[in-house]
């Protein structure tokens, strides 16, 4: 089916570990976002990449990590997890050129122990 | 720095009613005013959006006003129903830039 999916959709892990947040999008967007949704804060652009093997930073990308070697995933590591990155993680697509409209994800609701 | 603030952080409206949330933003290069629509343990989801080049746009019972003179834009829901029952968030973006700044949500709960 065609769309934009995340996984896992729920992950617990505990503080220090390596997490990574896997988004795929079959509509070949070319721009592809990350962003957490804390209570109070909104949606926050974490990194983003406007092509593959082209990624930039957002607004909060600290202790985060991105790639996209392809334009279809854009996977969001947390190198060593900390309590404050407990939070909902949305990432979106776009097609570039066409309208600036976000397409998103069903989100990862991450707990970090 | 919030580039674009959203007031208020929640509202209960009775059905039938209208529901008003505002945003105002900072950046005057802003081109692009977007109002998203989130459900619960869903992705935000674009419900309507307007270009500063007008001043009010409307799509069904969903309208955005626009004043560019303040700064401001908001949108009003008429005859609001449970099923509008959502997080709205309002955003922004500047000429050529895929990225949206985002206002910071408004809990919208339509009662009986």
């Known amino acids: 089916d065609a769309g934009i999916t995340q996984s896992p959709r729920y992950k617990i892990t505990e503080t220090g570990r390596q997490v990574t947040l896997m988004c795929h999008q079959t509509?070949?967007?070319?721009?592809m976002f990350w962003y957490r949704q804390d209570l109070g804060h909104g949606l926050r652009l974490i990194y983003y990449?406007?092509?593959?093997?082209?990624?930039d930073k957002g607004e909060v990308p600290d202790g985060y990590v991105v790639s996209r070697s392809k334009t279809e995933n854009f996977p969001l590591t947390l190198e060593s997890a900390t309590r404050s990155q407990t939070s909902v993680y949305f990432c979106?697509?776009?097609?570039?050129?066409?309208?600036?409209?976000?397409?998103f994800g069903p989100g990862t609701r991450l707990t970090v122990l | 720095q919030q580039q674009v603030k959203q007031s208020p952080q929640s509202l209960i409206v009775q059905k039938g009613g209208i529901s008003i949330i505002n945003c105002a933003y900072e950046?005057?290069?802003?081109?692009?005013f977007p109002w998203y629509q989130q459900f619960p343990g869903k992705g935000p989801a674009l419900l309507i959006a307007?270009?500063?080049?007008?001043s009010e746009k409307k799509e069904g019972r969903f309208t955005i006003s626009f004043n560019k003179s303040a700064k401001q834009f908001s949108l009003h829901i008429m005859d609001s129903q449970p099923g509008d029952s959502a997080t709205y968030f309002c955003?922004?973006?500047?000429?050529?830039?895929?990225?949206?700044?985002f206002g910071t949500g408004t809990r919208l709960t339509i009662i009986p």
């Open positions: 509509w070949s967007h070319s721009y």
């Open positions: 990449s406007a092509a593959a093997d082209i990624t």
């Open positions: 950046n005057t290069a802003f081109d692009y």
């Open positions: 307007i270009r500063p080049d007008v």
């Open positions: 955003a922004a973006s500047k000429p050529g830039n895929e990225k949206l700044t």
């Open positions: 979106a697509s776009s097609l570039a050129g066409v309208s600036v409209e976000q397409f």
